[in-house]
Nanobody, 129 residues
Framework: QVHLVESGGGLVQPGGSLGISCAVS????????VAWFRQAPGKEREGISC????????YYADSVKDRFTISRPNAKNTVNLQMNSLKPEETDGYFC??????????????????????WGQGTQVTVSS
């Protein structure tokens, strides 16, 4: 059974930085991509970043490009998201997800929620002074 647990959320001032993590069990990230999404109550889930399984290729939504960095340190089953220059409108629940078996190739990246089948419970990020 696939299990994803996000951690590291909290309160940060506008313009500040925060790192969040996604610990994955039940599958190997050597063969599965991981994506980060965010969602506020009543709003659609937005894909913001994805890292591929085989070569660690990364992909970012335009809204976070050059400010957020996704990584998989030491090829472990954890994926981090470093968020810089945060804005108040980025106050959201942040979720990580993995695709179903065969859903993405080893080099595949995707930001569409429908491409992912296993989700964590999320971690809240609040950007406020």
């Amino acid at each position: 059974q696939v299990h994803l647990v996000e951690s590291g959320g909290g309160l940060v001032q506008p313009g500040g930085s925060l790192g969040i993590s996604c610990a994955v069990s039940g599958l190997s990230l050597d063969h599965y991509a991981v994506a980060w999404f965010r969602q506020a109550p009543g709003k659609e889930r937005e894909g913001i970043s994805c890292i591929s399984a085989f070569d660690g290729s990364t992909y970012y939504a335009d809204s976070v490009k050059d400010r957020f960095t996704i990584s998989r340190p030491n090829a472990k089953n954890t994926v981090n998201l470093q968020m810089n220059s945060l804005k108040p409108e980025e106050t959201d629940g942040y979720f990580c997800a993995t695709p179903p078996p065969g859903g993405l190739s080893d080099y595949g990246v995707d930001l569409r929620p429908e491409s992912f089948s296993s989700w964590g419970q999320g971690t809240q990020v609040t950007v406020s002074s």
